[in-house]
């Protein structure tokens, strides 16, 4: 479960002290909070997890995947878990996974579950993780766990390589192309536009145009980020930090083209954990509480939210789904089709398997058409300031 802090101040009166409560969710650790006579006054995030800059910059010590991936194969084989940790001690040659392994095998042996050692680790694991772990150890099925975990971060690893991979030569040419651009109307054309004023005549209409574009790029520099930063900060002291959260959730999920792979992303981690959850047999109301929380967008989490009171009233998932805004059409049907089965799991699975192929298509095809918008974008700018520059040639012959 996770473990929410906030800097708060008695109701009474006292001194401002940090407190650490534990709760499924922020709005019930505020609950939690209030019922102990303390009054919240600021939000420090996750036990474990870093915030502000830090966390921006903040570069994982021990890769998460990398630890299940070697601790998966071991449990396969039936090997105890301390004996497996002990193993993975000695054939490490990473002195953080080493160090981070020994400190679980030793919680072991002080009688703490596996779990809560998970749990303890903050942010090197999903969010998810150890209340799955907590499954494994209460079903007896933890070697399965663990795999099926492997499994998922593996193709969320694969995933994340693949948008970065496909990222790098997009992102090269929107570079070069800027910086061409900038060196353009910032270095050139001003000299250029020197030689009309060495020889004391009248800038042409050209000129006057590509100095005026020279000027506000210069000035945008420096200007564009000072405003930026003075709207977010005015507009988060009128509305808070969490309105404008809110809002840039929404936004983002309205974008015409990045908005709908956003969501295939989403939806794609949730219905991901769903399968993995229901395939080791973990109750569907604490399937779907945890499944909401790899959500990121609030404006998507909040979609769900209706779910779990459905699913009290006695409704099944199938018809929970339907009608959710966000969810591909169908999903409900095929749903439904794995319930009339009794393989529920295994129909989530492919569901999620068919979202992120087409979210990989997607970014493919948007990374696709984005180099050549980036290389005519550069071809006209030089066309601009060409035929520009041309044209003020032509006036300087004239008048001669």
């Given at each position: 479960m996770p473990r929410y802090r906030y800097l708060a101040s008695p109701v009474r009166g006292g001194e401002h002290r940090e407190m650490i409560i534990e709760a499924d969710t922020s709005q019930e650790a505020l609950s939690k909070l209030r019922s102990c006579g303390m009054?919240?006054?600021?939000?420090?995030?996750?036990?474990?997890?870093?915030?502000?800059?830090?966390?921006?910059?903040?570069?994982?010590k021990v890769d998460g995947y990398e630890f299940t991936s070697q601790l998966a194969p071991l449990l396969a084989a039936n090997i105890p878990l301390e004996r497996a940790?002990?193993?993975?001690?000695?054939?490490?040659?990473?002195?953080?996974?080493?160090?981070?392994?020994?400190s679980l095998r030793q919680g072991l042996h002080e009688g703490k579950k596996f779990s809560d050692l998970i749990r303890s680790c903050g942010s090197i694991f999903p969010g998810f993780y150890a209340n799955l772990i907590e499954t494994g150890e209460e079903t007896g099925c933890l070697p399965e766990v663990v795999e099926e975990l492997r499994r998922f971060m593996a193709e969320s690893k694969e995933l994340k390589d693949f948008i970065i991979s496909s990222s790098i030569y997009p992102m090269v040419v929107l570079f070069i192309t800027l910086l061409v651009v900038i060196l353009m109307f910032t270095i050139f054309i001003p000299r250029f536009a020197a030689i009309f004023a060495d020889m004391?005549?009248?800038?042409?209409?050209?000129?006057?145009?590509?100095?005026?574009?020279?000027?506000?790029?210069?000035?945008?520099?420096?200007?564009?980020?000072?405003?930026?930063?003075?709207?977010?900060?005015?507009?988060?002291?009128?509305?808070?930090?969490?309105?404008?959260?809110?809002?840039?959730?929404?936004?983002?999920?309205?974008?015409?083209?990045?908005?709908?792979?956003?969501i295939a992303i989403e939806i794609g981690r949730?219905?991901?954990t769903m399968s993995i959850m229901i395939s080791n047999h973990v109750d569907?109301?604490?399937?779907?509480?945890?499944?909401?929380?790899?959500?990121?967008?609030?404006?998507?989490?909040?979609?769900?939210?209706?779910?779990?009171?459905?699913?009290?009233?006695?409704?099944?998932?199938?018809?929970?789904?339907a009608g959710n805004p966000f969810l591909p059409a169908g999903l409900a049907a095929k749903v439904r089709v794995g319930e009339e089965s009794g393989a529920v799991g295994p129909m989530l699975t492919r569901c999620a398997e068919y979202i992120e192929e087409g979210t990989r298509r997607?970014?493919?095809?948007?990374?696709?058409?984005f180099e050549p918008v980036v290389i005519v974008f550069l071809a006209l700018m030089v066309l601009v300031v060409v035929v520009s520059i041309f044209m003020a040639i032509m006036e300087i012959n004239q008048i001669e």
């Amino acid at each position: 479960m996770p473990r929410y802090r906030y800097l708060a101040s008695p109701v009474r009166g006292g001194e401002h002290r940090e407190m650490i409560i534990e709760a499924d969710t922020s709005q019930e650790a505020l609950s939690k909070l209030r019922s102990c006579g303390m009054t919240p006054i600021r939000y420090l995030g996750e036990e474990g997890e870093e915030t502000g800059w830090k966390a921006l910059f903040r570069r994982k010590k021990v890769d998460g995947y990398e630890f299940t991936s070697q601790l998966a194969p071991l449990l396969a084989a039936n090997i105890p878990l301390e004996r497996a940790l002990a193993i993975m001690v000695e054939s490490s040659t990473d002195a953080d996974m080493k160090e981070l392994t020994n400190s679980l095998r030793q919680g072991l042996h002080e009688g703490k579950k596996f779990s809560d050692l998970i749990r303890s680790c903050g942010s090197i694991f999903p969010g998810f993780y150890a209340n799955l772990i907590e499954t494994g150890e209460e079903t007896g099925c933890l070697p399965e766990v663990v795999e099926e975990l492997r499994r998922f971060m593996a193709e969320s690893k694969e995933l994340k390589d693949f948008i970065i991979s496909s990222s790098i030569y997009p992102m090269v040419v929107l570079f070069i192309t800027l910086l061409v651009v900038i060196l353009m109307f910032t270095i050139f054309i001003p000299r250029f536009a020197a030689i009309f004023a060495d020889m004391g005549r009248e800038q042409p209409a050209s000129m006057e145009f590509l100095m005026s574009m020279s000027t506000i790029m210069t000035h945008a520099c420096w200007l564009v980020p000072c405003l930026l930063t003075v709207l977010y900060q005015g507009l988060r002291l009128r509305y808070g930090a969490a309105q404008l959260k809110e809002w840039k959730s929404i936004l983002l999920c309205r974008l015409p083209v990045f908005g709908p792979i956003l969501i295939a992303i989403e939806i794609g981690r949730f219905i991901r954990t769903m399968s993995i959850m229901i395939s080791n047999h973990v109750d569907i109301i604490k399937t779907v509480r945890i499944s909401e929380k790899v959500i990121v967008n609030q404006t998507i989490r909040r979609s769900f939210d209706p779910l779990e009171p459905k699913l009290r009233s006695g409704e099944k998932l199938s018809a929970a789904l339907a009608g959710n805004p966000f969810l591909p059409a169908g999903l409900a049907a095929k749903v439904r089709v794995g319930e009339e089965s009794g393989a529920v799991g295994p129909m989530l699975t492919r569901c999620a398997e068919y979202i992120e192929e087409g979210t990989r298509r997607k970014i493919k095809r948007l990374l696709s058409l984005f180099e050549p918008v980036v290389i005519v974008f550069l071809a006209l700018m030089v066309l601009v300031v060409v035929v520009s520059i041309f044209m003020a040639i032509m006036e300087i012959n004239q008048i001669e």
